[in-house]
């Protein structure tokens, strides 16, 4: 499947110089959606994990998908304020300023196989500071699976040994 003839660019969104990458026209597509779906799955089918972690808010069209076809259950990683039980909270800088990102204390119990899901890895940031939360769970995290990795930001240098796999790759702006 040539996923990048199906997802959309937008330049200049949501300010000059960025160039937007826009999956919903893959989400419209049901082939396609199936295909990358399994395809993010692949190298876990055999041994599946036991949480997968989707980051807010794209990471969780894909993640929960993918955490119905292996059958494992699914967590979402959210922007604050928005979880109603007792959370873990880690904040992260951003280009101006820090954000943070929540998970529910309960989602996730020690010792559990953990994979992260996210529909685009740039800087890396965002995962990253869901790898610094789910230290607090002393779970295992088995990997880390994009629809799209922007190579230019090496984003995949933050994520140490674990193993990080996308399905397309933009190599410039
Ligand atoms: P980062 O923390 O830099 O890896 O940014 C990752 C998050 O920002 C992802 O969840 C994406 O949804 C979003 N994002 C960053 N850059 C882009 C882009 N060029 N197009 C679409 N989404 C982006």
Known sequence: MDYKQIIRQVPGFPKPGINFIDVTTLLTNPQAMASAVKDLIAPYKASPPDRIVGIEARGFIF???CALELG???????KPGKL??????????????TDSIEMHQDAIAPGNKVLIVDDLIATGGTVEAVLKLLKKFDCEVV??????????????AKFGDIPFHALVTYDSE
């Open 63 to 65: 993640g929960a998908a």
């Open 72 to 78: 494992c259950g699914f967590v979402p990683a959210r």
């Open 84 to 97: 109603p039980a007792a959370t873990y909270t880690e904040s992260y800088e951003l280009e101006y300023g």
């Open 143 to 156: 990997g880390i699976a994009g629809l799209v990795e922007l190579t230019f930001l090496n984003g995949r």
